[in-house]
């Protein structure tokens, strides 16, 4: 990371951990064994220094967060003296209510959740698909029912941010009833469609769906949680990565497929249905 850009984050951090205490300045420099003038240097951003590593000790210490978070190097506070790894791998079945998948969602409750689904998303599915697809790989339609309830709760609390993108090719392709949809009955995907049109519509903008040409784009299925924690799905498991430059790294990647869409957030409601009446 560029100096400036580490000087910039400690600055920010620091103003935070100072706005969090409720301490005046003199009192928060006493607490972390520097004197006032030195932590108005250290707020000014007149000098991209950082201070010695005895007084970043002290600020961890005394404020009990990490020094990564402190020095922007995660997104993490965690506790003093922990070191949270930047790459962990995490289970994904089980009860939605108990997983980490729902605390991430609630931790990131008024910031923009960036998601790419493997397939339809979870809240935009009917019963109908949830218990085909179900049947096709062994999950519990029980446990999806739940799942997609509870991401639809979520979507409609107002504080939620959320953009999802997914190829344009999987709704034709689901609509033509091809691929692994190729046993599910014209009537039950067009209830589908026109299920996702409907909900598409009423959470807009709050939830926000775009389609891109999988053609001249490629992407993993995965989840961006604000910007504290990225999770790449691989089947039953998570790769959770932490550190900050990989969940900026695949922000970027997010927002070069929305600058790709074929069919954009107003649009897809609409497109949806014209699949619908289509079939």
Known sequence: MDKR???TLFRERLRALLARSGDNQSAFASAVGIDRSALSQ????????LPRAETL?????EYKVSLDWLLGLSQ???ITGEIRAS???????????RTLLARWHAEAVGTKIRYVPAGFPDLLRTQELIDYEAGI???????QAKEAKYRLAYNRMPETDMEVCMPVHMMEIFARGNGIWSGLPAEARKRQLEHMAELIDDLYPTFRLY???GRQRYSIPYTIFGLQRAAIYVGDIYLVLNATEPVRTLTRHFDN??????????????????MAEAI
Not at 42 to 49: I, K
Not at 259 to 268: L, P, T
């Open 5 to 7: 850009d580490l000087s």
């Open 42 to 49: 250290l707020l000014s951003g007149t000098s991209t220094r």
């Open 57 to 61: 000790l002290n600020i961890a210490s």
């Open 76 to 78: 993490d506070e965690g």
């Open 87 to 97: 790459l962990e791998i995490e289970e994904g079945s089980g009860d939605i209510e």
């Open 137 to 143: 790989t062994n999950r519990s339609p029980e446990a």
């Open 211 to 213: 389609l891109y040409d």
């Open 257 to 274: 497929l929305i600058r790709g869409a074929v069919v954009n957030a107003h649009e897809s409601a609409e497109h949806a249905q014209q």
